[in-house]
């Protein structure tokens, strides 16, 4: 059974780069049908597609954050990554990584984890 | 940029039926969209109710459906229970790589 768990810092500063860690188990981490994802949720609002990632590094994200995003993967620690740079207040959310499954839909999720933004 | 829109709320009796609306700011919805579902209460992960516009996830109850009607994806609970009352979010695929969230439709059971 498939298992996710984020990991990182639960505050950050303003114009700082957020950093957060999706780590997989108990799934083939490079099998062809899985696209690695992030997803997010400011408090008390709704949920937002930030990108996803393949095992072989090929990645989309959001318009709306392409430019902050970067997204990038560990294949031989089962771990892939999300950095967001020049964060702002707007960026507090709680962050989910997520499994895609054959680019259709969100089977798996992680529990969540709160960044708050803020000096 | 495209928005997707749902619903903000619906109030449904216990044993009720109510179906929620995923649908375009510009354009209809098709299954090419890949319309999937997702059920989310308070301070918890999303759970997959629907994918593929209506195939049910694993261990989903059957009151749970989903379909396009008219120019929108669709997800019916027929018979609605308490524990039913969530949040609910639909997700289209905008090709590119690209996919969307809806606002959420909360789902009150009363």
């Not at chain 1, 999300?82 to 992680?110: K, Q």
Request: charge should be negative; glycine fraction near 10%; charged fraction near 15%.
């Amino acid at each position: 059974q498939v298992k996710l768990q984020e990991s990182g810092p639960g505050l950050v500063k303003p114009s700082q780069t957020l950093s957060l860690t999706c780590t997989v188990s108990g799934v083939s981490f490079g099998s062809g049908d899985y696209y690695w994802s992030w997803i997010r949720q400011p408090p008390g609002k709704g949920l937002e597609w930030i990108g996803y990632i393949f095992y072989s590094g090929d990645s989309y994200s959001n318009p709306s954050l392409e430019s902050r995003v970067t997204l990038s993967v560990n294949t031989s620690r089962n771990q892939f990554s999300l950095d967001l740079s020049s964060v702002t207040a707007a960026d507090t959310a709680v962050y989910f990584c997520a499994r895609l499954l054959g680019e259709d839909y969100f089977d798996s999720w992680g529990q969540g984890t709160l960044v708050t933004v803020s000096s | 940029q495209t928005v997707v829109t749902q619903e903000p709320s619906f109030s449904v009796s216990p044993g009720g039926t109510v179906t929620l609306t995923c649908g375009l700011s510009s354009g209809s919805v098709s299954t090419s969209d890949y319309p999937s579902w997702y059920q989310q209460t308070p301070g918890q992960a999303p759970r997959t109710l629907v994918y593929s516009t209506n195939i049910r996830s694993s261990g989903v109850p059957d009151r749970f459906s989903g379909s396009i009607l008219g120019n929108k994806a669709a997800l019916t609970i027929t018979g609605a229970q308490a524990e039913d009352e969530s949040d609910y979010y639909c997700v289209l695929y905008m090709g590119s790589g690209i996919y969307v969230f809806g606002t959420g439709t909360r789902v009150t059971v009363l």
